[in-house]
């Protein structure tokens, strides 16, 4: 019971975060809020009380391991082949340098433990593709680095992970065992590669064979229901038997992510309420679940500041996290810039700027509560990880807004998009005032056609509530023909956008959205037997 009341405590209050950021703080990325809500939450005894101590593994598995299987299946499998050799580059040489550095600088400066040193390192070389778009927000990134930044989200988890376990073995037990290491990687890796590619293709063949299967059943279970569920769960239950067999669950998960993405390239027409149900599915719980990471993280730093924030261990804390902060952006941006970028300064300051540390690195440094780790030093690396996570994401908001180009902005985007909706619904009316239509009939037509254009007022809107509570169903043929005229209603909303398309190219984005706007409008409508 307590693990479901503090679910629903953290999912409610990222609703709330992104409630606030759609009505009110547009130009605030979502995790910004999430996260000082997430310390609101903290400093509230009675909130903080409901919400749970956290566990590395249910973290990893219920959150990190669906954020990375839907990130994923949004990445092209085409660019990762393409790409491949650079992704090695980055997610293994690259990050082993990065620890390098940041293990003995911490070393010099802090007279820290060499290991511990190495752990804090190792917690921080992984990055988030989601929290990334989250600090280019209307800003361009140029393609190629945009590539680079998602393709090293996806596979440098792996590299942490294992680079953490051995340096938490160094120590604990004082054994470095660098070999031994090495030989983990490899195995972790090709052995998640293998098992992501071989359950990703016996599901997609089953997949396959199930959406083939039509049923005109209106009842609550049908055909589509296991594939959907089977689709849902497909991330939890591969991460889990991936770590079972002491291979990489991250590496599977993103594996069967990007085999997911190829399927549905070239299978969007086989069952399209089957896809589109499981598009949507995906946009809202990666959106849920990034955004519960930083609820989660403004939580913690509450409860670690809460007893000793003058603590001179806390400060030397904060002071490491943004140290590894600074090393990791210096040591990104010199091996880029010397080996991927061919001394493109913008592009590797970009690439640098651009690797924002989230939900895998607070799940790493959480693993440690599992450890034979002194309190303090989790208490420490946990401190210095979230100042590490904050840093990424606000230093980048800022630099970025000087170093990349603006796209058209959202709010002009937004005015856009009326306009466009407002033209093409009048041209629709317009088209519709040229034939016969009954008046009770073109009365509901035009409270709908506003509705489009939200605006509809609270009066009208009672006043259609009661007469549809009031009135009686339509027979068949009545439906037939009230049908017919939204179907050619639609079908000239449609023919407007199509007329306009090309000259929308600036504003493609809000183009797109009307467009599937009126085709959902038109699949709502027309999509069940009877109203």
């Not at 030989?183 to 599901?203: D, E, K, R, T």
């Not at 064979?209 to 209106?218: F, G, P, R």
């Not at 509809?456 to 027979?475: A, C």
């Amino acid at each position: 019971m307590a693990i479901f009341i503090s679910t629903l405590v953290l999912l409610f209050t990222t609703a709330v975060a992104m409630v606030v950021q759609k009505l009110y703080l547009q130009k605030v990325s979502v995790n910004y809020i999430a996260l000082i809500l997430g310390i609101v939450l903290g400093v509230i005894p009675f909130l903080n009380h409901l919400v749970e101590d956290f566990q590395s593994e249910v973290f990893m598995e219920l959150i990190v391991a669906p954020l990375l299987f839907f990130e994923g299946e949004s990445t092209q499998l085409y660019y990762v082949k393409r790409f491949w050799k650079s992704i090695v580059g980055l997610t293994v040489f690259m990050i082993l340098l990065i620890t390098l550095v940041s293990g003995f600088t911490l070393n010099y400066l802090t007279g820290m433990d060499l290991a511990f040193c190495f752990i804090l390192a190792a917690i921080a070389t992984p990055t988030d593709a989601t929290a990334s778009e989250s600090v280019t927000h209307s800003l361009h990134v140029p393609r190629k680095v945009a590539y680079y930044l998602r393709n090293e989200s996806l596979f440098n988890d792996a590299s942490g992970i294992i680079l953490l376990s051995v340096m938490t073995t160094w120590y604990v037990h004082r054994d470095l065992q660098i070999i031994a290491g090495i030989g983990n990687l490899i195995w972790a890796v090709v052995g998640g590669l293998a098992f992501g590619l071989l359950s990703s293709f016996l599901l997609g063949i089953v997949r396959q064979k199930v959406m083939k299967s039509y049923s005109l059943s209106t009842s609550s279970y049908s055909l589509n229901t296991p594939v959907l569920l089977t689709y849902l769960f497909t991330p939890f239950i591969l991460y889990f038997l991936a770590e079972e067999m002491h291979i990489s669950g991250v590496i599977t998960v993103v594996t069967a992510g990007l085999i997911h993405n190829a399927e549905h390239q070239r299978n969007k027409l086989t069952n399209p309420q089957v896809v589109f149900v499981g598009s949507q599915f995906s946009i809202v719980i990666t959106e849920l679940l990034n955004g519960a990471v930083f609820v989660i993280l403004g939580l913690v730093i509450v409860r670690l500041l809460k007893e000793d924030i003058f603590n001179s261990q806390t400060i030397l804390a904060i002071f490491t996290g943004s140290l590894l902060y600074v090393i990791n952006v210096l040591v990104r941006y010199l091996y880029t810039f010397i080996t991927e970028f061919r001394k493109d300064q913008k592009r590797a300051w970009a690439f640098s700027l651009g690797g924002i540390h989230g939900a895998v690195t607070f799940a790493l440094a959480y693993t440690l509560t599992e450890e034979s780790l002194k309190s303090s030093d989790i208490h420490f690396a946990l401190l210095a990880s979230s100042t590490l996570i904050i840093l990424s994401m606000i230093v980048p908001t800022i630099i970025f807004r000087f170093l990349l180009t603006k796209e058209v902005s959202d709010d002009a985007q937004v005015k856009e998009m009326q306009k466009m909706r407002k033209d093409m619904v009048d041209y629709a009316m317009q088209e519709l005032d040229k034939i016969y239509l009954p008046e009770p009939l073109r009365r509901q037509l035009l409270y709908d056609m506003k509705s489009q254009l939200n605006e509809v007022s609270i009066k009208d809107y009672s006043k259609e509530l009661s007469k549809t509570v009031r009135r009686p169903d339509l027979k068949p043929h009545e439906r037939e023909f009230r049908d017919e005229v939204y179907r050619y209603a639609f079908r000239l909303e449609r023919n407007y956008l199509g007329q306009i398309a090309q000259s929308e190219q600036e504003y493609r984005e809000a183009f797109l959205k009307v467009y599937r706007e009126t085709l959902l409008a038109e699949i709502l409508f027309l999509g069940t037997k009877a109203d």
